[in-house]
């Protein structure tokens, strides 16, 4: 069993996804936080810490909830579809330019952040009364 596997029942993976979707639907997320998190955060060695960030942002892109994105014409983005093994090396590479590729949200990532930020602002109103009662 690998360190990402120790960590998602403690809800430290379910925390960082989380993170990255409420990020990335007002902002960008860059692929080097993600393998910066497993190197740093997790302090995995390099090996499994691109391993571990491929799979995350995999299991994201499997949910529809976000896609790997790059800088395209006049300040747009553009979509790229890429295999792991591009993936990987894209990775690998990434401290030669870490602003290159990054994660945009998808409708299905917006729905989902707007369905947290409802019920964020309901939690938060049912614990003022609480307080108030």
Do not use: C
């Not at 390099?46 to 790059?70: F, W």
């Not at 994660?103 to 409802?118: F, H, M, P, S």
């Amino acid at each position: 069993m690998n360190k990402y596997d120790l960590l998602e029942p403690t809800s430290a993976i379910g925390s960082y996804k989380r993170d990255i979707l409420l990020e990335a639907a007002d902002d960008l997320w860059y692929l080097s936080h993600i393998l910066s998190f497993f190197k740093e955060e997790a302090r995995l060695p390099e090996k499994e810490s691109l391993q571990d960030a491929i799979r995350l942002i995999r299991e994201l892109m499997n949910l529809r909830l976000v896609e790997i994105a790059t800088w395209g014409e006049q300040g747009k983005h553009r979509v790229v579809k890429v295999s792991d093994n591009e993936l990987l090396q894209a990775l690998k590479a990434i401290d030669k330019n870490p602003f290159d590729l990054f994660l945009i949200v998808t409708e299905a990532g917006l729905d989902w952040v707007k369905r947290y930020k409802e019920l964020i602002a309901e939690l938060s109103m049912d614990r003022l009364k609480m307080d108030q009662a």
